[in-house]
């Protein structure tokens, strides 16, 4: 499936660039510069939330308002609740 | 509406927080307190988003995928993805 | 001060906006749009918030920092570490 | 140096954990469930950056705050009121 190759991709992206920082702090480099590397792979997990919320929206999502099951239906849109409250935290 | 009562009493809590704020900086109050005081009321404003969220989830959403109309769907679902990656941001 | 009045300006602005979005919500506006006046608003926090940590740091982290004694230095430092991580966070 | 190493610890956790999230993309997992994987690394990268900054704020900062040059000052104050605000964003 594309988007999931896309997400394992900047996963990847991600692992590698955290590995990069752990290189950063073995060599001594500069705090602030090893903060802003950090910050960076924050955005890009900000964005790899979003890609997996949009897919999650248009599949589990809609199955299951569009289904039978109530008690489903409102345990799906309480887990987006959560999650949204957790993004503005984290 | 009871949901609506509870989020306008909220926001004005947090007008009257911001109104606290600004009489600390008259005041020339310890900068840490303010800026405590401001993350306090970002707090208040987290949750408030998420209980308009929650209702919004409740009744546009639910309408806009048992709908008729595919484009109000997506709309309705891109809209949603996009508050997320901004509450992550914000 | 110069930047004491830009801070509450700034502050004022904010509570406007604030209630304008209670105003919203009375006159039942969409929900989204509701959404993205309450981040606009705390983008515009984080910007005040971030206003009063560089005065902060610009006079009181100075002296403490410049002074004499060696446990109100370490209270100054903790203190910026302590809304660093807050602000991380909301 | 203890802190570095512990620094290096919770980046070696953190990058794990990030493995297990591409495993948990690559089996299909419950999007749900990966996005509260992604938030829980989020919350310990947060946790290093404050690390990382309490180390630099009783280094360098001090250093520079202590030290003749004017520029070099301003330079380090103006970093960290900067990560702050990248932090506020993130």
Redesign the interface.
């Given at each position: 499936m594309k988007d999931?190759e896309d997400?394992?991709r900047r996963?990847?992206t991600?692992?590698g660039h955290?590995?990069g920082?752990?290189r950063m702090?073995?060599e001594?480099a500069?705090?602030?510069d090893?903060?802003?590397q950090?910050?960076a792979?924050?955005?890009a997990?900000?964005?790899?939330?979003?890609l997996?919320?949009?897919?999650?929206?248009?599949s589990?999502?809609?199955a299951a308002?569009?289904g039978e099951d109530p008690a489903e239906?409102e345990r799906v849109?309480?887990?987006?609740?959560?999650?949204?409250?957790?993004?503005?935290?984290?």
């Open positions: 999931r997400v394992i996963l990847k991600a692992e955290l590995r920082v752990q702090v073995e001594d500069y705090c602030i090893i903060i802003r950090i910050q792979i924050q955005s997990l900000n964005k790899i939330s979003t997996i919320l949009e897919k999650h929206l248009n589990c999502l809609i308002v569009q239906r849109l309480h887990e987006i609740v959560d999650v949204f409250e957790a993004a503005s935290r984290v």
